[in-house]
């Protein structure tokens, strides 16, 4: 049984297809593109802030790295959403898309002082990641109170998810402070008592892969910790929980499966505690947000056969699905066979690979996979690609980053488009490879004495 919103999804899609190719959005000069369903986004937004709905206050915000595209982020801004940020490019996205500070935790796990002063002075949240950086602090702060609230990321070491990679809650993890190592939770607790400012517990358990219960218990573990944090103080000096974000999106179906709904019930039973409003609750959900949403498109250049295997070779390879091809069995992704015109084929099966322009044998979106037979001039569209696709180009073989657009059709098949990223062009391509500096190398295998030993070659003007 698909549900209404999957049904919604999958129609909106396929004319979001057609619409591309009868727009010229995907064609010969143009192979490869991604599409966002803005519909489906919003969606998305309201089942989080329905899920959470409860006497407890919540900032929702929105993980960057899943997708730091402007007008993304300033829809979900509008949507009402804040923006957490681990880098000072997303800091830098957040505040064009119109983040206000106050709307921003700050994340990163190698935060500079530079960073730190930043965010202190603008009271932007932030949540610290070992004792190192709260001694930066505390010589930033120099005694005065922080603006914005600051919280210690800490690691319940639950254990691991499916993908390692994932995992943040591992015995070994390189996030936080480890609370089952011997000493952590005093030494936690003893950070808390000469500073006041320090106000919040985050836990980020893991993302694609960690089931909901061990996410739960992971937080269960930060609650409960600050509980004990403030019986020991006598005061209610942590004020909120951050969450993180992490509900896994299930990559097999257009279902949204597990939901933010099943998330919520399962901390229900696991930390109920957690909504009675005693603490302000922060989440920081990125894959599951936008996944769903995303979509990438491309033109089928050739199909061949080499020692009885079909191949289908597209433009979408590595350089926009590189988890997916380096890690296929963790990242595996559907993907759909479109006529020329952009219409689903029809027609008999085959078993193909889906190849990508990368040079590497490897370069495979997908294996093995039973699609209608595909001819050069069709569309392969992979799905559920919305997050962490569009922000997380490779530029193997120096592939530009592909055009994204942003799409809404309504049910009679109307489409419309605005663009969300153009393309790359060439000669960007060639900017970021060192142009300006074409010469300084031949500059360098001239005489090193007459430019003095040790100096820096100059860049030819
Ligand atoms: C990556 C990350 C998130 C988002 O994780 P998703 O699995 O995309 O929801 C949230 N918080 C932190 C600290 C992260 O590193």
Redo the contacts with the bound molecule.
């Keep these: 049984m698909t549900s209404g919103l999957a049904e919604r999804r999958r129609t909106a899609r396929e004319a979001a297809l057609r619409g591309a190719v009868a727009e010229g959005l995907i064609g010969p000069s143009s192979p490869v593109i991604g599409l966002m369903d803005v519909d489906g986004v919003l969606d998305a937004v309201a089942s989080l802030h329905t899920a959470f709905a409860g006497p407890a206050t919540v900032q929702h915000t929105f ?1 960057a ?2 997708c730091g595209l402007v007008p993304v982020l300033r829809l979900l801004a509008r949507a009402g959403m804040g923006c ?1 940020v ?1 880098s000072p490019g997303e800091l830098q996205q957040a505040l064009a898309a119109g983040f206000g500070y106050d709307q921003l935790v700050f ?1 990163s796990p190698a935060k500079t002082v530079e960073e730190l002063e930043l965010a202190l002075g603008q009271g932007v949240a932030i ?1 610290l990641d070992n004792f190192q950086e709260l001694a930066r602090v505390d010589r930033i702060l120099a005694g005065r109170p922080a603006r914005g609230p600051v919280g210690l ?1 800490v690691n319940p070491q639950v254990g691991a998810g499916a993908i390692g990679a ?1 995992s ?1 809650a591992t015995a070994t993890s390189k ?1 936080g402070i480890p609370l089952r190592d011997p000493g952590a939770v005093e030494a936690v607790i003893d950070a808390f008592v000469g500073r006041p400012w320090l106000n919040r517990l ?1 836990a ?1 358990v ?3 892969g960690c089931p909901l219960p061990l996410i739960a218990q992971g937080i269960r573990a930060a609650y409960e910790l600050a509980e004990r944090i403030n019986e020991t103080l006598g005061r209610r000096q942590v004020t909120g929980l951050d969450i ?5 999106v299930d990559f097999t179906t257009d279902e949204n499966r597990p939901g933010y709904a099943d998330y919520v019930a399962e901390l229900r039973t696991v930390v109920p505690e957690l909504f009675d409003g005693r603490y302000t609750l922060v989440t ?6 936008l996944a769903k949403s995303g979509t990438i498109a491309s033109l089928v250049e050739y199909t061949k056969s080499a020692g009885g295997r079909r191949i289908a070779v597209t433009h979408a390879g590595a350089q926009v699905a590189t988890r997916t091809v380096f890690m296929p069995d963790a990242w595996p992704l559907r993907a759909g066979v479109f006529d020329a015109d952009g219409s689903p084929k029809q027609g008999p099966a085959e078993t193909v690979d889906i190849a990508g322009p990368c040079c590497f044998a490897g370069d495979l979106t997908a294996v093995e996979r039973e699609l209608p037979a595909i001819d050069p001039g069709d569309l392969v569209a992979l799905y559920d690609t919305g ?2 696709y569009f922000s997380s180009h490779f530029a193997y073989n120096s592939l530009p980053r592909p055009a994204v657009y942003g799409y809404r059709a309504d049910g009679a098949g109307h489409v419309r488009f605005a663009p969300i990223r153009s393309a790359q062009s060439l000669r960007e391509v060639v900017e970021e490879s060192g142009a300006a500096h074409a010469d300084a190398l031949s500059a360098l295998t001239g005489d090193i004495a007459s430019e003095g030993a040790g100096a820096p070659a100059r860049t030819p003007a």
């Design positions: 993980a790295k899943a957490e681990a994340d949540n990321r994932m943040t996030f985050h980020h893991g993302s694609q993180g974000g992490g509900l896994p920081e959900f990125g894959r599951s947000l997050a962490y």
